[in-house]
């Protein structure tokens, strides 16, 4: 069964930085799409980033662009979000989502990510 697992997060002060890993395991077949994601409590879950498998293409939302970079090592299984210049505003649950290419997705269960001084 595909499994996602994140780490990295934890408390950092604001302009500090955080790298999140995403290790997959259990693909019948390559993926589509990672993609990061957050929820901050009452707020709906956002889209952070996304790379492709086929040929590493990025996206960025604009909340974050020029702040983290999403990354990828094949031999891995692995994804990172390099988080730098934190705010408090990055503070949430971030989670790891993997496409296939039959529209199924996964999830993993989340790091905490807490940007407080």
């Known amino acids: 069964q595909v499994q996602l697992v994140e780490s990295g997060g934890g408390l950092v002060q604001p302009g500090g930085s955080l790298r999140l890993s995403c290790a997959a395991s259990g693909f019948t077949s390559d993926y589509y799409a990672i993609c990061w994601f957050r929820q901050a409590p009452e707020k709906e879950r956002e889209g952070v980033s996304c790379v492709t498998n086929s040929d590493g293409s990025t996206l960025v939302a604009d909340s974050v662009e020029g702040r983290f970079t999403i990354s990828r090592d094949n031999a891995k299984n692995t994804v990172y979000l390099q988080m730098d210049s934190l705010k408090p505003d990055d503070t949430a649950v971030y989670f790891c989502?993997?496409?296939?290419?039959?529209?199924?997705?996964?999830w993993g269960q989340g790091t905490q990510v807490t940007v407080t001084s």
């Open positions: 989502n993997a496409a296939d290419f039959v529209g199924r997705t996964y």
